[in-house]
């Protein structure tokens, strides 16, 4: 079905490498002969990724995969080393004067540390209305008017738009952030770990806040967790992602009942559940790879229990095996 519709958003094997270039001592010892060369993360390795109007995509994997570094990609806060983002099918690093300002109000990131994502120089009143009013989508007359809805909608009392983010706990500043991304009428928001570093209760308070929101402006989400747990209950698809790739993708019941990578399984055995509650639970073998030097062939190789010789040598393809599930694994389900 979602074949036959244009995605609201598509990345096309977009990269992000991170160069550190060699200091002053570093470049003489280079010049005396000592084998010594720039330092490369490979952050994001030729991701493919297409989200739809309307839907929420959750990206999984572990920390250091690469999936906040997709985030700042889709919103527009790093530039890809290749590749190209589409958004309502446009290349977006081809836009120019207002409609790339159009473009970059409708994609909005909510970071996970409300706090320093905040100014905290600002009044909750200027933090959301700033950027409306210097865009002209509010009038300034309307600006109250317009910060006390968003305000009510995003479960905080207007009267407290004078105080300042310190004076406002956790998950009310991440109302606020929310507020902020609502005001500019953002369609695309990328939610990077936007609950992680709250408590559970209110963690469960902010996912039916996005939900409810998603329902009621028509949002597109991409929603970036760590938790498997948080990501079954809001997402219509998942992708994982392991060292800069995405592995696997489908939508979230396939994923959580036939998952087909290796990594995959990995992931969701560490999930607790009552049914495991008798289970002794055993990580994923070894250690994630530098992204400095990330292991040729399939990156997940080495921690593998199934892998060939030609997971070594060869990057298996991200491919559709079932209809809307894919996979880059050279042996299917194993």
């Known amino acids: 079905m979602n074949n036959a519709r244009q995605p609201l958003l598509k990345l096309q094997k977009v990269s992000k490498r991170f160069v550190k270039e060699l200091d002053f001592a570093a470049k003489i010892a280079r010049k005396l002969g000592v084998s010594v060369s720039d330092e490369t993360v490979h952050a994001v390795d030729k991701v493919d990724l297409s989200v739809f109007r309307g839907e929420?995509?959750?990206?999984?994997?572990?920390s250091g995969c690469g999936k906040s570094t997709v985030g700042r990609l889709i919103a527009g806060l790093l530039p890809p080393s290749e590749g190209a983002i589409f958004f309502e099918g446009k290349d977006i690093s081809l836009l120019k004067g207002r409609e790339a300002t159009e473009t970059a109000l409708k994609i909005q990131m909510i970071f996970q540390d409300p706090f320093a994502s905040l100014s905290p120089r600002m009044r909750v009143r200027e933090i959301i209305g700033e950027a409306p009013k210097i865009h002209g989508i509010f009038k300034p007359a309307e600006l109250d008017e317009n910060v006390d809805d968003l305000m009510s909608?995003?479960?905080?009392?207007?009267?407290y738009k004078y105080r300042y983010p310190h004076q406002f706990s956790g998950g009310q500043r991440q109302r606020i952030a929310?507020?902020?991304?609502?005001?500019?009428?953002?369609?695309?928001?990328?939610?990077?770990?936007?609950v992680s570093a709250l408590d559970v209760s209110i963690q469960a308070q902010i996912l039916n806040l996005f939900m409810a929101l998603k329902r009621d402006f028509g949002l597109t989400l991409l929603f970036i967790s760590h938790d498997l747990g948080v990501v079954e209950h809001i997402s219509d698809r998942v992708a994982i992602m392991y060292l800069g790739?995405?592995?696997?993708?489908?939508?979230?019941?396939?994923?959580?009942?036939n998952p087909l990578h290796p990594y995959t399984k990995g992931l969701l055995k560490e999930v607790p559940s009552f049914d495991k509650r008798h289970i002794e639970f055993a990580a994923i073998r070894g250690e994630v790879a530098s992204p400095l030097n990330p292991p040729s062939g399939c990156h997940f190789h080495p921690r593998c229990p199934y892998a060939k010789d030609i997971c070594q040598l060869q990057q298996p393809l991200?491919?559709?095996?079932?209809?809307?599930?894919?996979?880059?694994?050279?042996?299917?389900?194993?």
């Open 318 to 334: 991200l491919e559709e095996i079932r209809p809307g599930h894919l996979l880059a694994c050279h042996f299917g389900s194993v």
């Open 245 to 257: 790739r995405i592995v696997e993708l489908a939508d979230t019941e396939e994923l959580f009942d």
């Open 178 to 194: 929310i507020a902020r991304a609502l005001a500019v009428k953002a369609e695309y928001i990328v939610c990077d770990e936007a």
């Open 56 to 62: 929420v995509v959750g990206l999984v994997g572990e």
């Open 153 to 159: 909608r995003c479960g905080l009392d207007p009267s």
